[in-house]
Every structure is written in C-alpha cells, then in structure tokens.
C-alpha cells in the first residue's frame, strides 16, 4: 500500500491546493473543461496532464480532447506503456524530452476508466514520491470524471469508436460497473459486441456479508431482446432491494417477463449469493450454462444443480443449490456466446480453452478486468465476422489478493512480469 | 443468419393431429417462417400440432422461444403441441436450457402422432 507516512512531509501540503482547485472547480465542470482546468491546477507544480480514456470495446486508448490542444491519435492497449499501465492497473514510467512522463491508471473505485498521463518536471521530488501524488490526483479525478458521465456527451463521444445500437444504449445505461471490489471479494464482467449489445446483462451488489450475482442472456436480438433484459435485470433489482432471496427474484422476473412479453420471450439466467465470511455460494440456474469453478487455474466443476426452465417461464418448482467455496477460488459465470462462437472452420469456442485462458492469465498475476478483457477478445478473434451473438463473462474471485491487485498503487510501480 | 434457411411443409394425419415438418436452421429470423405455418394450422382449428424435427440441424434460443409460445397458446386453446425427432444439436439445446419440463417431446413422428391420437 501506499505509505501514509510520505503525506507528513512538509511539502507535501503544496499538493493540496492543486486537490482543493480541481475538486473546486469539478463542481461546474464540462467535459471540455476537465483537461484544461485540471492542467490549471497543477500549473504551479510544473506539470501538465492528457487524459485517456478506454474505448467500450477496451482495445484504444482515447485522449479527451482539450481545448486549443492538438488531440493525438489513440494509443492501443497491447505493446504500449500506456495500456500496460492500464491493463496491469500500476503506474509506468516513460522519460522523454528531458522531462518525466508517468502513465498512471485511471479507475473509479476499480473499475477502469482510463489513463493519465503526466509530464512532470525533471527536478521534480523522487520518483516514488511523485508517482503516489500523481496516483493520488489521478484517483480524484477518476472519481470525478464518473460522476459528470452523464452531464454532457462529450465524455461518452470520445470512449466510442463508432455509433452504438439503441439496444446498446439502452444496456449499458443500465449495467453498473464493469468491475467492483472489495477487501473480500472482486468481480468483473466484460460483453461483446459492445456497440450492438442485445440481450445479455448482468449484475451484482456487494456488501459486508454477501455478493448477490446475476448474469443473463434474453431471447433474440436487438432492441427486444434489450428491452426484455431490461425488465428482467429491473424485476431481479426490485426484487432483491425489497429484501427476496434468489427465490423471490426468480419469480419477479418471471412475472414481469410474462406481463410485458406475451410472445414468450424469456431470459436465461444465474442468480447467485456468495457468503463473504464462510465461501457459501448458493445460486439457481434458470437454463442458462452452468458457471465454473476454478481453483488454482484448474476447472474444478461445473456447478450444474438448481436448475429451472428459463426466468419467464412461470416455474415456481426450484430448489436452491448449494456448494462451498475456498479462499482464492474463481467463479466464471459466461453467457453461450462464449462458448458457441464459431471459427470458419466450425470449430467453437468451446469451455477447455476458456478454462486455459483463465489459467494462464491468472498464472501471470493479471488483474480481473485484463483477464477478461483478454477472454473476450480471444472469443472475438475466434469467430469469422461479425459476432452471432451477444458474448458476456463475469468473473468473481474470493480473494483478497485478488481484489488488491485491481487497486492502483496496491503493488509496486515497477512489478515485473512475463509478458506487456 | 441473413438468408433463413427453414422449409415447412404442413401435413394433416388423420383426424387428430398436423404434423409441421421443418427442414433447415430455426433462428431468431427463420422462426417466423414455422411460426407462420403454425399460426395457419391453429386458425384452421387444428390444435393438435406435432412439429416434426427430424431434419432440423439447428435451433437457437429464437427456435425455443417460439415452441414455447406455440405450446402457450395451444394450451389455452385446449390443444397439445408436440415436438419430435430432436437430432442431438436441437435435444442439447432444449436440455440445456431445462425446458424438456414444459415440451413434450418424441423420439418419432410416429410416437408423437400416436401420443396425440390418445390425448384428451
């Protein structure tokens, strides 16, 4: 962790008025003004910023554009020190002109917005304290620039590629963050095709005792399809904040299914509860492919019990599965997209190489997100063309190792490993 | 996927059933074209419907959703919908997604017929 100890050092006060200034001003802020007034800020530090943010399909880094400033061209994630600073969740150091440059990662709580990237003076304090302070305002402004998202487009225009699909739209309004952690627990999820997102969906809600989980994939494509997963993940919400167990949610989502979609549109689904302090899972399986359990990079089972007919369906014969987790195992819940991507060949996906691409990605100590944003990527390049369907993976480690190695600055800004 | 590739052919046997024979892929687009033969055996009062499978090579979650709404609807007609001859690929996916606990399913044609012959 961080040392606090850094923080008592006398001029480390000069790092607060540039904290007070961008918190300030953040209150008015535009997406256009973030840049700018963030570089006012820290003027009087003899730094300067650029921010980069993730494109939805996680492959580019994008600069937010900056008023008067020339925006450069996005930088991809794999083979530069900016992706890796992004994919590994650490800051990395790139000297340049005389000058230091940092590229510092970007979450709002763990979840991966982005990079920062700073030009800091050549006589600026040692590198191990000026990289905490850059981590430490680049942590304020992640926070920030999550919660103007939704103020203006321009912070959404400069994540996206291309035009997304109003199913799209629609989906991703309602999704909470790709990825959330905790001291017990981390969980993350990645979907594709992220710009023509049709009916997959997933949840989740972490507290003290428990992690309530959900992943779903409604019938058919596009805005219906959309639509259908929208009253399914809204009833499960529903459901669970007034207090239902995985049962009662269940039954609002078939109920709300039902009343909105007489054509029988209906969602697969796993709704699940994992017990922070005891590692008991309990979950039920509406049709939908059994999660895994891994331990120690090796598929353990599939957990193939409580199973019912798809939500929608009015079953109300459902027992509850039960089964009991040890320290560091992974669940990976996965929609059949996943696994019924096909190559040109025929060949598809399928669950030996999912499980081999989470054994070798945890092997080389990557973070939950960068495990699946890999996954999904080896799922894309599998398939010739354009996607058939909607691919979604979630994956929930119970593992505090696991959960800090999502959190910048948790490790060291130079950990070494095998491969970018 | 932009080309559905689904023929149907609609056969009345006997008094009591109509078979719908399906040849090809059921997906989210060719479902409509079943549903149509469907939709036509229903509003000419046969509510005994079998689907025969048989040649079907392939069935999404559009497929599924279909045969349940047909099952939906001929059940509140007070009708049976009967599904038969599934290939592996098709039972798989029925299976998969537990909904063997609504369908009726068949090994045979012949079976289903039969079936419905002595239903209600």
Redesign the interface.
Same mark, same amino acid.
């Given at each position: 962790m961080p040392t606090l100890s850094s923080m008592s050092e006398p001029d480390q006060g000069r790092w607060f008025e540039p904290l007070r200034a961008i918190l300030d001003r953040s209150h008015l802020w535009t997406p256009d003004d973030v840049t700018r007034s963030v570089n006012a800020a820290l003027a009087g530090l003899g730094m300067r910023v650029r921010i980069w943010l993730i494109d939805y399909e996680q492959v580019l880094l994008r600069a937010l554009p900056e008023p008067g400033r020339e925006t450069p061209e996005p930088v991809p994630i794999d083979g530069s020190l900016a992706g890796r600073a992004f994919s590994r969740v650490v800051s990395v150091p790139a000297g340049e002109d005389g000058r230091r440059r940092w590229w510092v990662p970007m979450v709002d709580g763990t979840d991966r917005l982005g990079v920062i990237e700073f030009a800091t003076p050549a006589d600026a304090d040692g590198d191990e304290r000026l990289v905490r302070n850059c981590e430490m305002i680049t942590g304020l402004i992640g926070h920030l620039i999550a919660t103007i998202t939704q103020r203006g487009d321009a912070l959404e225009t400069a994540r996206r590629s291309r035009p997304m699909s109003p199913a799209s739209e629609l989906l991703w309004r309602l999704l909470p963050p790709l990825t959330a952690s905790t001291d017990r627990v981390v969980t993350s999820a990645v979907l594709e095709p992220s710009y023509e997102v049709g009916g997959d969906g997933f949840d989740y809600s972490i507290d003290d005792t428990t992690a309530s989980l959900l992943i779903l /994939?409604a019938?058919?494509?596009g805005l219906r399809a959309g639509l259908a997963c929208a009253v399914t993940l809204a009833a499960v919400r529903a459901a669970r904040l007034a207090g239902g167990g995985l049962y009662e949610q269940a039954r609002a989502a078939d109920a709300a299914l039902l009343e909105q979609f007489p /054509?029988?549109?209906?969602a697969?689904a796993v709704l699940a509860e994992l017990d922070l302090g005891s590692g008991r899972l309990r979950y039920i399986n509406?049709?939908? =492919?059994a999660p895994l359990l891994l331990r120690g990079g090796r598929l353990v089972r599939e957990l193939s019990a409580g199973?019912?007919? =798809?939500l929608g369906?009015d #079953?109300a014969a459902v027992e509850i599965a039960e089964e009991t987790l040890e320290p560091e195992d992974r669940l990976l819940f996965y929609t #059949?997209g996943v696994t019924e991507a096909r190559a040109r060949d025929g060949d598809r996906f399928g669950l030996s190489r999912l499980v081999d691409l989470v054994r070798q990605h945890e092997a080389a100590g990557l973070p939950a997100p960068e495990t699946l944003r890999r996954l999904a990527h080896a799922v894309l390049d599998h398939q010739v063309g354009p996607p058939? #369907?909607d691919a979604t993976l979630m994956l929930v480690q119970w593992s505090t190792p696991a959960a800090l190695n999502t959190v910048p600055g948790a490790g060291t800004t130079t950990r070494e490993d095998q491969d970018g | 996927m932009m080309d559905p590739f689904l023929t149907v052919t609609t056969t009345i046997v006997g008094e009591r059933a109509t078979v719908l024979s399906a040849t090809g892929e059921i997906d989210g687009d060719s479902r409509k074209i079943l549903g149509e033969a469907a939709d036509a055996a229903i509003a000419a009062g046969q509510h005994r419907l079998v689907i025969d499978l048989t040649g079907v090579t392939f069935c999404d979650s559009g497929g599924l959703s279909l045969f349940v709404e047909l099952h939906r609807r001929i059940t509140a007609l007070g009708g049976e919908l009967r599904l038969a001859g599934l290939r592996e690929m098709v039972a798989t996916v029925v299976r998969a997604t537990n909904l063997d606990r609504l369908l009726l399913l068949y090994p045979t044609v012949d079976e289903a017929v039969e079936a419905s012959r002595h239903a209600g």
């Open positions: /994939d019938v058919g494509h /054509d029988s549109r209906f697969t509406a049709g939908h =492919p199973r019912r007919m =798809p369906l #079953d #059949d058939a #369907d | -």
